[in-house]
């Protein structure tokens, strides 16, 4: 093939053969994959609340937004000094708005970082999680190469209780110099953009919670009768109504559920895995990446969270504190 009839034939292969961006076609939201099982395209479903959220304004701290719906770092405020109740009803207002807030340069003691968490409520204490030796109410979590992370999967924390932890305030105490980040999915995000006919169908659903799927080895020997009674099975609506906002969210995750209500555990896969999955979508998290100081308080109904495994054999160091929540309800 002489050059003339090569550079011919490339003419003829690279054809412009449009003028339409093929996003055009996606302007009304996501479409399926043709392998049926993924879609493409902006969620739109959120457009209209990630407008609002960068609408807003505060008068003791400012914001600056790190997801589409979730997550703000919020500045201009020191948490050491004992806060107005105006500006504790504010940072709550705020957590409303972006389910999770973050603080930077925060280095607050154990006492102080107590008393920042009650003001927004009594604080529970952790039964298979070790706490400070002063402070029950404060988890300690200490990962390094003799005790490695294990919460990189997405979860609300503690959804075997009767009633679940309401928000977490997270305190960096040594973190390591790449890794450990800790992600953030909008769960309201998440229900909404189920399709109508799922949406309909979790409705009215039912969770069976545990805490013997992450915690069952962690029962002292001879006491699992009572630690079973004492923490029995529990079942939570699939999509509760939160009761600050008055808005849906998906409350199932890998970690705590054995299965839907009335069905047995392998009849029950397929969906969970399938609402489960809803977490997974970029378009619907935050990131952080923790520096000393640093600071997490999120709504523990709105998002699920994800910490990141990825610092193995460095340390690093966290400290937690819960507030009391209610029982999820429709």
Same mark, same amino acid.
């Given at each position: 093939?002489? *050059? =003339?009839? +090569? $550079?011919?034939?490339?003419?003829?292969? @690279?054809?412009?053969?449009?003028?339409?961006?093929? &996003? /055009?076609? #996606?302007?009304?939201?996501?479409?399926?994959?043709?392998?049926?099982?993924?879609?493409?395209?902006?969620?739109?479903?959120?457009?209209?609340?990630? *407008? =609002?959220? +960068? $609408?807003?304004?505060?008068?003791?701290? @400012?914001?600056?937004?790190?997801?589409?719906?979730? &997550? /703000?770092? #919020?500045?201009?405020?020191?948490?050491?000094?004992?806060?107005?109740?105006?500006?504790?009803?504010?940072?709550?207002?705020?957590?409303?708005?972006?389910?999770?807030?973050?603080?930077?340069?925060?280095?607050?003691?154990?006492?102080?970082?107590?008393?920042?968490?009650?003001?927004?409520?009594?604080?529970?204490?952790?039964?298979?999680?070790?706490?400070?030796?002063?402070?029950?109410?404060?988890?300690?979590?200490?990962?390094?190469?003799?005790?490695?992370?294990?919460?990189?999967?997405?979860?609300?924390?503690?959804?075997?209780?009767?009633?679940?932890?309401?928000?977490?305030?997270?305190?960096?105490?040594?973190?390591?110099?790449?890794?450990?980040?800790?992600?953030?999915?909008?769960?309201?995000?998440?229900?909404?953009?189920?399709?109508?006919?799922?949406?309909?169908?979790?409705?009215?659903?039912?969770?069976?919670?545990?805490?013997?799927?992450?915690?069952?080895?962690?029962?002292?020997?001879?006491?699992?009768?009572?630690?079973?009674?004492?923490?029995?099975?529990?079942?939570?609506?699939?999509?509760?109504?939160?009761?600050?906002?008055?808005?849906?969210?998906?409350?199932?995750?890998?970690?705590?559920?054995?299965?839907?209500?009335?069905?047995?555990?392998?009849?029950?896969?397929?969906?969970?895995?399938?609402?489960?999955?809803?977490?997974?979508?970029?378009?619907?998290?935050?990131?952080?990446?923790?520096?000393?100081?640093?600071?997490?308080?999120?709504?523990?109904?709105?998002?699920?969270?994800?910490?990141?495994?990825?610092?193995?054999?460095?340390?690093?160091?966290?400290?937690?504190?819960?507030?009391?929540?209610?029982?999820?309800?429709?």
């Amino acid at each position: 093939m002489s *050059a =003339a009839d +090569l $550079a011919d034939k490339l003419a003829d292969k @690279d054809e412009v053969l449009t003028d339409e961006d093929p &996003g /055009a076609a #996606l302007r009304i939201g996501r479409r399926v994959t043709p392998d049926g099982q993924s879609g493409m395209g902006p969620m739109t479903h959120i457009a209209d609340e990630r *407008a =609002a959220l +960068l $609408a807003r304004t505060w008068e003791h701290f @400012d914001a600056r937004m790190v997801g589409g719906t979730v &997550g /703000a770092v #919020l500045t201009g405020i020191d948490l050491t000094l004992d806060q107005p109740d105006e500006a504790i009803a504010e940072v709550q207002a705020a957590l409303d708005a972006y389910k999770v807030v973050f603080f930077r340069d925060q280095h607050l003691t154990q006492e102080q970082h107590l008393a920042f968490a009650r003001r927004f409520g009594d604080l529970e204490v952790h039964p298979f999680i070790p706490s400070t030796e002063e402070q029950p109410e404060l988890v300690r979590f200490r990962k390094g190469d003799d005790a490695a992370g294990y919460e990189n999967s997405w979860h609300h924390d503690v959804t075997w209780r009767e009633c679940p932890s309401r928000s977490t305030i997270l305190r960096a105490v040594q973190v390591p110099e790449v890794g450990g980040d800790t992600l953030f999915a909008d769960m309201h995000a998440a229900y909404d953009g189920l399709d109508d006919d799922l949406r309909a169908e979790v409705d009215g659903m039912d969770a069976v919670h545990t805490f013997l799927r992450a915690f069952g080895r962690k029962v002292p020997a001879g006491r699992e009768d009572e630690i079973r009674e004492r923490y029995p099975e529990i079942e939570h609506p699939v999509a509760p109504t939160h009761d600050r906002t008055g808005r849906r969210y998906l409350y199932v995750n890998r970690i705590f559920v054995e299965r839907l209500a009335g069905r047995t555990r392998d009849e029950s896969l397929d969906l969970l895995d399938r609402l489960c999955r809803q977490a997974d979508f970029p378009e619907y998290q935050c990131r952080f990446t923790w520096e000393p100081g640093s600071i997490a308080f999120w709504d523990n109904r709105a998002v699920q969270h994800y910490a990141a495994s990825d610092y193995y054999p460095d340390v690093r160091v966290m400290e937690r504190a819960s507030i009391m929540g209610d029982r999820p309800s429709r």
